[in-house]
């Protein structure tokens, strides 16, 4: 499953910038849709994820500034970054669990994104 990630680029402090994934149609069903991001130098860490129920979980460093979503009609999740700062710099990863039934679940990544923000 190929995850489709954009949106990322190069932002000024303050600015914003909104990334956007899209899973491709299958015979699975869509559970958990989130991102990640890795610095340079630093391990990965949950940005923001949402249930299939609608229950959302942010990291603390984003709070109130970034706000996920998801259009299930769609397929696709998104991220809004708002009042972005410098060490908000990193490869942003969706990524994804797809329940294929019968108790078997599988996550899948995004090749990632840059968001760059500049001070």
């Known amino acids: 499953v190929q995850l489709q990630a954009s949106g990322g680029g190069l932002v000024q402090a303050g600015g914003s910038l909104r990334l956007s994934c899209t899973i491709p149609t299958g015979v699975y069903i869509i559970d958990s849709m989130g991102w990640y991001r890795q610095a340079p130098g630093r391990q990965r860490e949950l940005v923001a994820d949402v249930s299939s129920g609608g229950s959302i979980n942010y990291g603390t460093s984003v709070k109130g500034r970034f706000t996920i979503s998801r259009d299930n009609a769609k397929n696709t999740v998104y991220l809004q970054m708002n009042s972005l700062k410098p060490e908000d710099t990193a490869v942003y990863y969706c990524?994804?669990?797809?329940?294929?039934?019968?108790?078997?679940?599988?996550?899948?990544w995004g090749q990632g994104t840059l968001v760059t923000v500049s001070s």
């Open positions: 990524r994804v669990d797809l329940n294929y039934g019968v108790g078997y679940e599988e996550n899948y």
